[in-house]
């Protein structure tokens, strides 16, 4: 039994479960950048209030998925584990006076985010999440935009059936007395409310709708709509949404119960779930707009909207949908083989299997020197373990300048001149060609 271990709720990402998270980051960055938005990055801790005030204290992340990092005693300051991207980039946006830049400003980021969350499956205190942000634009294009995005990353990555739910939650003007009415809903059912519902009800009754809890399920289904009781510039806001997603065909399926679970959200709210899963536990990600956030920050009013996808969900969706198409397949494939393995006839000679590798990969090619003394026939199998293609044999021919180069799939072998190795290894690496050709 091993001494350490991984904190609960986290785990190692070995290669070959580091590698697809890599592919994904990489279709996200490419896929940012095809839209117009640029790579930020904010600490992976910031003052516990950024996130107290940004998400809000009667959210299950704050209230109860807060990790607070411990500060020497001559720090006053609290801390906090990001867990979640938006706040802090609204933090950045006021503290580097990005108001001043063209608006919007448009953001994106990739990493790690930290909530102390119950350990299940794709939910881990550890995850990693893919955020766009575009803030300063009123909507509602922006909107329908950042939609169309999402929906675009789960198609590049090959999850090919998604749900997108959608919703508007309305805004200062036109909210108050929806959560009145909300209020008294809840106050009618009080009695059946868990003991942290009950606590809610009395601070922010929007919270229930999110509730986790089963037992909350048939109140909520009941409950008043925020989308028949919009004001006129929420409700011609989200109409103007909704068209622009039809023209871009993206299809989506109303939420009127849809309140995501952090206070700063206003107006168009949207999850997205893959299409055979249900249940909150089960969403790849979402987003909404936020235009109050930045003046929370401390900032002028500035209108904002952004998502954030879970990569970790995206992964375990991948695995499990069922039907794989190309595109998740070539997400979730293995690391690829070397190219080339160079092996050598004299086990002690280290430093010329090391050098022919090194002039090989400076040549833009994958390959691995076999650097253990060990007999060429142990080489050749240890090269042939690693998948490779090639093995080249630094031999006696060396001192002529050439190298044997064998085609371990075809099993064919021929003497190689060392100034053509890197065109006939760039050539096979180009067309996949299972064979040598001659010159």
Excluded at 397 to 423: F, I, M, S
Aim: glycine share 8%; aromatic share 8%; net charge negative.
């Amino acid at each position: 039994m091993p001494t350490f271990r991984a904190p609960r709720g986290t785990r190692d990402l070995l290669p070959a479960e580091r590698a697809p998270m890599v592919r994904l980051e990489q279709v996200a960055g490419e896929l940012a950048a095809r839209y117009g938005y640029h790579p930020i990055e904010t600490p992976a801790f910031e003052q516990a209030a950024v996130f107290e005030r940004g998400i809000g204290e009667v959210t299950d992340v704050v209230e109860k998925e807060l990790f607070f990092v411990g500060a020497r005693e001559e720090e006053s300051e609290r801390w906090a584990l990001r867990p979640e991207p938006t706040a802090g980039i609204a933090r950045a946006y006021v503290q580097h006076g990005m108001q001043t830049w063209p608006q919007p400003v448009k953001v994106t980021m990739t990493g790690s985010m930290f909530r102390y969350d119950r350990p299940q499956a794709g939910r881990y205190r550890q995850f990693w999440q893919f955020d766009v942000e575009a803030i300063g634009d009123p909507g509602p294009a922006v909107d329908a935009e950042i939609i169309e995005l999402a929906a675009r990353f789960y198609r590049e990555v090959g999850l090919s059936d998604v749900t997108i739910l959608l919703n508007s939650i309305g805004d200062p003007a036109c909210r108050p007395a929806y959560l009145e009415e909300l209020t008294a809903y809840y106050r009618r059912h009080e009695a059946r409310l868990p003991p942290l519902e009950r606590e809610r009800l009395a601070r922010n009754p929007l919270r229930i709708l999110d509730s986790k809890d089963p037992a909350v399920a048939d109140i909520n289904a009941g409950a008043p709509v925020a989308t028949e009781r919009l004001c006129d510039a929420c409700a011609t806001h989200f109409e103007a949404v909704r068209e622009h997603l039809a023209a871009l065909g993206v299809a989506y399926r109303l939420e009127p119960r849809l309140v995501r679970g952090l206070d700063y959200y206003t107006r168009t709210t949207f999850e997205v779930f893959p299409a055979w899963a249900a249940g909150q536990q089960s969403a790849v990600g979402g987003g909404g707009r936020y235009d109050g956030l930045i003046e929370l920050m401390g900032g002028r009013p500035t209108p904002g909207i952004g998502f954030g996808i879970g990569l970790d969900r995206v992964l375990l969706a991948l695995q499990e949908q069922p039907a794989r198409i190309d595109a998740a397949e070539a997400i979730l494939a293995p690391e690829p083989a070397p190219l080339a393995v160079v092996v050598g006839s004299d086990p002690a000679d280290t430093a010329t299997r090391l050098r022919l590798a090194t002039e090989l990969r400076g040549a833009g090619l994958a390959v691995r020197a076999e650097l253990g003394r060990r007999k060429l026939g142990k080489q050749l199998e240890a090269a042939a373990r690693d998948g490779a293609h090639f093995a080249v044999i630094a031999g006696d021919e060396l001192a002529a300048g050439q190298v044997q180069l064998r085609d371990l799939e075809a099993g064919t072998q021929r003497p190689t001149p060392l100034a053509n190795l890197a065109r006939e290894l760039q050539r096979a690496a180009r067309t996949h060609h299972h064979g040598l050709e001659d010159d």
